[in-house]
């Protein structure tokens, strides 16, 4: 039983260039996470979707920030116009119902 | 605000040297708080959750207890592979399935 899939595992973008997490959460899971680890920093919440809902964006910025999880396919965290800021771990998870997360092993993104 | 801190920072242990880790919280309501473990360039793991004050989980080495401030991360005789970060996180009331996460204790057991 595969866990949560995340891929990339590493990505590194120019400034201005676009951003592409993807996320498989596990078999029977119908809710996706998205949190943002900074260095020396914890966790923070970005944004919780079920099939083709957002049910909760309250810690995505406001700009160049989208989250989507289709009916088909893995949920995507989208970053436009990456700046260096926007460096940092992106992790996804996935629960059945409640928040007994199950995490995947992140995309670390790095913007030069 | 939703506050979730732990202590201490870093902790640095002998192997077999028993200690316990800190995560204070200030909420509006507690629903839920949990543990997970991290290992470096690894996701947060899963260990724990707490519902009400006065519940114990225990799985192995670790026992994790709340109160209505605080909850404790017990490692009893921890060995080199205790070594991790140790989060800790709260669900609160209205907040729906969203997790507050603290910054981590960073454990390291020694030989």
């Known amino acids: 039983n595969a866990g949560v899939m995340q891929n990339p595992r590493h990505l590194v973008r120019r400034r201005g260039q676009e951003a592409r997490l993807r996320c498989s959460p596990m078999?029977?899971?119908?809710?996706v996470y998205w949190y943002r680890q900074l260095p020396e920093e914890g966790l923070k919440f970005m944004v919780y979707?079920?099939?083709?809902?957002?049910?909760?964006e309250s810690g995505m910025p406001k700009e160049r920030f989208s989250a989507e999880f289709p009916k088909e396919g893995p949920s995507i965290l989208r970053i436009q116009q990456v700046v260096r800021g926007d460096s940092a771990a992106y992790f996804c998870?996935?629960?059945?119902?409640?928040?007994?997360?199950?995490f995947g092993s992140g995309t670390r993104l790095t913007v030069v | 605000e939703d506050q979730v801190t732990q202590s201490p920072e870093a902790l640095r242990l002998q192997e077999g040297e028993s200690s316990s880790l800190n995560c204070s919280y200030t909420?509006?309501?507690?629903?839920?708080l949990f543990w997970y473990r991290q290992d470096p360039g690894k996701g947060p793991e899963f260990l724990f959750t707490?519902?009400?004050a006065g519940e114990e989980k225990e799985k192995e080495r670790l026992k994790a207890t709340l109160t209505k401030k605080e909850s404790f991360l017990h490692i009893t005789a921890p060995k080199p592979e205790d070594s991790a970060t140790y989060l800790c996180?709260?669900?609160?009331?209205?907040?729906?399935?969203?997790?507050?996460f603290g910054t981590g204790t960073q454990l390291k057991v020694e030989l």
């Open positions: 909420v509006s309501g507690l629903r839920g």
């Open positions: 707490l519902y009400s």
């Open positions: 998870a996935s629960s059945r119902d409640g928040p007994g997360y199950t």
């Open positions: 996180a709260v669900q609160v009331t209205g907040g729906g399935n969203k997790l507050t």
């Open positions: 979707l079920q099939k083709e809902n957002i049910i909760d």
């Open positions: 078999k029977g899971h119908s809710h």
